[in-house]
């Protein structure tokens, strides 16, 4: 069964302090991994799609990376609006013509000043 | 250029009643994707349709939930008899094609008293 397991739950950071969240996933196959933030009350934003193993983005203080198993997202020197719930999800190759997300439970990011 | 379009964006109803939720997609999009999130868990996929068709709803409940996307008009999701158990965060996310990034609306918040 495709699977996908974030950690940590929760994550309490100094503002400056660099850290990774940590994404797990287990496809058939993988068509895509993206990465969203969540704010309170806000559907998903979309931040960085990534298709292959090597393959690596960056938009401001996020790196996002991936491997044939997991995905981190790098947060450098964070600043409290970084603050948010950051969701991964995973895109399967087959099940027919499907494009569904298949999402982890998210990391809860909490960066205080 | 206006984003995916949720409404209403808070529901109420009482046990027993119908729920109906709208979803108008971006402009160019002819995807439309629902997505469900319950308290404390993640989001769960519910159903993919194109325009007048349903392409994936392996995520519906098989009783009570339907949904539709006609070829002029918003995507309805639709709960018929609702349940307290119903009560959650319902998304509606839309993209261009079947391997380009999906964008989520603001979600409606049912609540079932």
């Known amino acids: 069964e495709d699977q996908v397991t974030q950690s940590p739950e929760a994550l309490r950071l100094q503002e400056g302090e660099s850290s990774s969240l940590n994404c797990s996933y287990t496809?058939?196959?993988?068509?895509?991994l993206f990465w969203y933030r969540q704010d309170p009350g806000k559907g998903p934003e979309f931040l960085f799609t990534?298709?292959?193993a090597g393959e690596e983005k960056e938009k401001e203080r996020l790196k996002a990376t991936l491997t044939k198993k997991e995905s981190f997202l790098h947060i450098t020197a964070p600043k409290p609006e970084d603050s948010a719930t950051y969701l991964c999800?995973?895109?399967?190759?087959?099940?027919?013509?499907?494009?569904?997300?298949?999402f982890g439970t998210g990391t809860l990011l909490a960066v205080q000043p | 250029n206006a984003g995916v379009m949720q409404n209403p964006r808070h529901l109420v109803r009482r046990r027993g009643q119908e729920a109906r939720l709208r979803c108008s997609p971006m402009?160019?999009?002819?995807?439309v994707y629902w997505y469900r999130q319950l308290p404390e868990e993640g989001l769960k996929f519910m159903v993919y349709?194109?325009?007048?068709?349903?392409?994936?709803e392996s995520g519906m409940p098989k009783e009570r939930f339907s949904a539709e996307f006609p070829k002029e008009g918003p995507s309805i999701l639709r709960i018929q008899q609702v349940v307290r158990g119903d009560s959650a965060a319902y998304f509606c996310?839309?993209?261009?094609?079947?391997?380009?990034?999906?964008?989520f609306g603001q979600g409606t918040r049912l609540t079932v008293v």
């Open positions: 996310a839309s993209s261009a094609g079947m391997n380009t990034e999906a964008f």
């Open positions: 496809v058939s196959g993988l068509r895509g």
């Open positions: 990534l298709y292959s």
């Open positions: 999800a995973v895109q399967a190759v087959g099940g027919g013509a499907t494009n569904k997300l298949i």
């Open positions: 402009k160019g999009h002819s995807h």
């Open positions: 349709l194109q325009k007048e068709n349903i392409i994936d």
